[in-house]
Nanobody, 121 residues
Framework: QVQLVESGGGLVQSGGSLRLSCAASGSIFRVHTMGWYRQAPGKDRELVAT???????KYTDSVKGRFTISRDNPKNTIYLQMNSLKPEDTAVYYC???????????????WGQGTQVAVSS
């Protein structure tokens, strides 16, 4: 069994910064791509950023230049540094990871419970 635990959400004023963390634990052989998604009220969940084990990153256009995803492989942890936050960044942010539980097991997607980010204008 695998758990993803997020932390670091909160309330911040427009233009402020927050740093989210997500740690994977449990029955882990290897962690592949990890990432952050977000879901605003009344909207679909959307990709924010992803990072591969070797550090290749992708971002949705609306956060490029403001958000930075990073990864600590020995700790199975990723981070999302969010700068210049805008009210439209308000959402529940979810951590995602593709995890192999054994050497001969296929990667299985796992989700965290989500952390709320609220940006006031």
């Amino acid at each position: 069994q695998v758990q993803l635990v997020e932390s670091g959400g909160g309330l911040v004023q427009s233009g402020g910064s927050l740093r989210l963390s997500c740690a994977a634990s449990g029955s882990i052989f290897r962690v592949h791509t990890m990432g952050w998604y977000r879901q605003a009220p009344g909207k679909d969940r959307e990709l924010v950023a992803t990072i591969t084990p070797i550090g290749n990153t992708k971002y949705t256009d609306s956060v490029k230049g403001r958000f930075t995803i990073s990864r600590d492989n020995p700790k199975n942890t990723i981070y999302l540094q969010m700068n210049s936050l805008k009210p439209e960044d308000t959402a529940v942010y979810y951590c995602y990871a593709d995890i192999m539980s054994g050497w001969n097991s296929p990667p299985v997607g796992s989700w965290g419970q989500g952390t709320q980010v609220a940006v006031s204008s």
